[in-house]
């Protein structure tokens, strides 16, 4: 599954996006910054939640995921640290989980203004 960043996220934010992530290899990793260009597009197409996740996200479940797999149908991102993130579900309840929680999901909008409820 392919995530259209740029329709959810707005294009000048989804390209911010990108060039942060990359930044962020090339200067914690020591990956030159074409290499790091290319890991960080690829797993942004793969929709892959370690290189996505971010605060004001919704998460919704993946139509390939059995219901009876995942706690929730919808995941909202309200804050991130490192490789874990502070998450609501639909009933208000708030848990933090490491990122991998999210991987049976899909991002699905990100609105940037409300990033702490």
């Given at each position: 599954?392919?995530?259209?960043?740029d329709?959810i996220?707005?294009?000048?934010?989804?390209?911010?996006?990108?060039?942060?992530?990359?930044?962020?290899?090339?200067?914690?990793?020591?990956?030159?910054?074409?290499?790091?260009?290319?890991?960080?597009?690829?797993?942004?197409?793969?929709?892959?939640?370690?290189?996505?996740?971010?605060?004001?996200?919704?998460?919704?479940?993946?139509?390939?995921?059995?219901?009876?797999?995942?706690?929730?149908?919808?995941?909202?991102?309200?804050?991130?640290?490192?490789?874990?993130?502070?998450?609501?579900?639909?009933?208000?309840?708030?848990?933090?989980?490491?990122?991998?929680?999210l991987?049976?999901?899909?991002?699905?909008?990100?609105?940037?203004?409300?990033?702490?409820?």
């Open positions: 599954m392919t995530v259209p960043l329709l996220a707005g294009a000048e934010h989804a390209a911010a996006f990108i060039a942060d992530r990359v930044q962020q290899l090339v200067t914690q990793d020591c990956i030159p910054q074409s290499r790091a260009y290319d890991i960080v597009c690829t797993a942004v197409l793969e929709a892959d939640p370690f290189t996505l996740a971010a605060p004001g996200q919704l998460w919704l479940t993946r139509e390939d995921e059995p219901d009876h797999d995942v706690p929730a149908a919808m995941l909202f991102v309200h804050r991130r640290q490192g490789a874990d993130v502070l998450l609501e579900d639909e009933y208000g309840q708030r848990e933090w989980l490491g990122v991998s929680a991987t049976s999901y899909v991002l699905d909008t990100w609105n940037r203004q409300d990033t702490e409820r």
